[in-house]
Each structure stands twice: as C-alpha cells, then as structure tokens.
Nanobody, 118 residues
Framework: QLVESGGGLVQTGGSLRLSCAASGGIFNINAMGWYRQAPGKQRELVAIRGSGGSTSYADSVKGRFTISGDNAKNMVYLEMNSLKPEDTAVYYC??????????????WGQGTQVTVSS
C-alpha cells in the first residue's frame, strides 16, 4: 500500500512537499518515484529515486523539484519549488518492490492533486 500526502492549491512560484509511505509486508524496494497526469494527457515520470540514492528527473522539473527518501521508513518525498501552472496534475507515488520474497512489481498510490494557480 502506498499513501501520498501533501498536495493542494498554490500560486505560481510557490512550493509544496509531497510525501509517500509504503507499507504492508515489504521485503525489498528497488526504487520509488513520482509520476503525474494532467487532464487529457498521459501519465509521465516526474522523478525517481533508487534504493541506493540515485535520482533522475524529467527535464521539465530539473532545478525546481527535488526527490529524496528514507529507506528505513520506506518513504519518498518530492519537494516542489517555483511551481508553474503547467505543473498542475494528479501526482502519483510509485514503488517497484516485492513483498515476502514474491516478484518485483509496480505499486501505485491513489494520487494527490496539485493545482498551481496563475
């Protein structure tokens, strides 16, 4: 189970911090990250963090967003600064993990709305 928090409404140039906690018999997490989906658009990768700490970002958010995590707590965070109206979307937490020696697979959170007003 992945539970996100921290979405909301913010003005252009503002900041938000998203959090995601993974729970439920987790044996091993390979990576956790954030995706987003705007109305009428496909879901896209925003940022991803490997269990070793490596990170990768979409070009559109580089320099503005920072992904971080706490492996011991099975958590991932997304610090979003200098927000723009085009960042408006539902943000989904994703984890590539396995439970109880089962296979690795993708898990998704329920999504949290981020709205940036102009």
């Amino acid at each position: 189970q992945l539970v996100e928090s921290g979405g909301g409404l913010v003005q252009t140039g503002g900041s938000l911090r998203l959090s995601c906690a993974a729970s439920g018999g987790i044996f091993n997490i390979n990576a956790m990250g954030w995706y987003r989906q705007a109305p009428g658009k496909q879901r896209e990768l925003v940022a991803i963090r490997g269990s070793g700490g490596s990170t990768s970002y979409a070009d559109s958010v580089k320099g503005r967003f920072t992904i971080s995590g706490d492996n011991a707590k099975n958590m991932v965070y997304l610090e979003m600064n200098s927000l723009k109206p085009e960042d408006t979307a539902v943000y989904y937490c994703n984890a590539y993990l396995r439970r109880a020696l089962g296979p690795f697979r993708d898990y998704w959170g329920q999504g949290t709305q981020v709205t940036v007003s102009s």
